[in-house]
């Protein structure tokens, strides 16, 4: 029989990140949003369509518009994140802090920014072919088409 009980330890401080090497990216005046991220590859195997990384965004900054091309895994380890979605009819703004777990299908397009003291994340995501993401324009036009690969080389 299991006995379920509360591990009485104190919460680990969080995860370095200090000695790890992160892809930088930024965007110009193109696009019309402030861009400033930084990419980290934890794990990739492109031919099983794999790939684990972490995301750390600059206080109030965004990533790019894009397209997740796989089913994506997440949980927020720093920070407060945002992630805004628009459809036709609606726009939703959702607010995730640390802790903060979600599974998302294939073909989400979305905006991603981070609050005001930045956001650090986890991504794991299984894509049925070499493609990652979709980068978009404001108007769902398809700007780049990133491999698994060209995403893990810093190639984007």
Not at 14 to 23: I, L, P, Q, R, Y
Not at 34 to 53: M, N, Q, S, T, V
Not at 140 to 150: F, G, M, P, R
């Amino acid at each position: 029989m299991s006995i379920v009980s509360k591990l009485a330890v104190p919460a680990v401080s969080g995860f370095d990140t200090k000695e790890m090497t992160w892809n930088h990216l930024e965007g110009g005046d193109d696009f019309g949003y402030h861009i400033d991220y930084w990419i980290a590859i934890l794990g990739c195997r492109p031919d099983e369509g794999r790939i684990e990384f972490l995301g750390k965004w600059e206080p109030n900054a965004y990533c790019h518009y894009h397209r997740h091309l796989g089913e994506t895994t997440t949980i927020v380890l720093e920070g407060e994140h945002h992630l805004i979605e628009e459809t036709e009819t609606q726009k939703i703004h959702k607010t995730r802090t640390r802790g903060h777990y979600s599974k998302s299908p294939y073909g989400e397009a979305h905006m991603e920014r981070a609050g005001e003291s930045g956001s650090v994340l986890f991504f794991s995501m299984q894509c049925p072919d070499k493609y990652i993401f979709d980068i978009l324009d404001r108007n769902d036009n398809v700007l780049n088409k990133v491999t698994i690969e060209d995403f893990a080389a810093g190639n984007y």
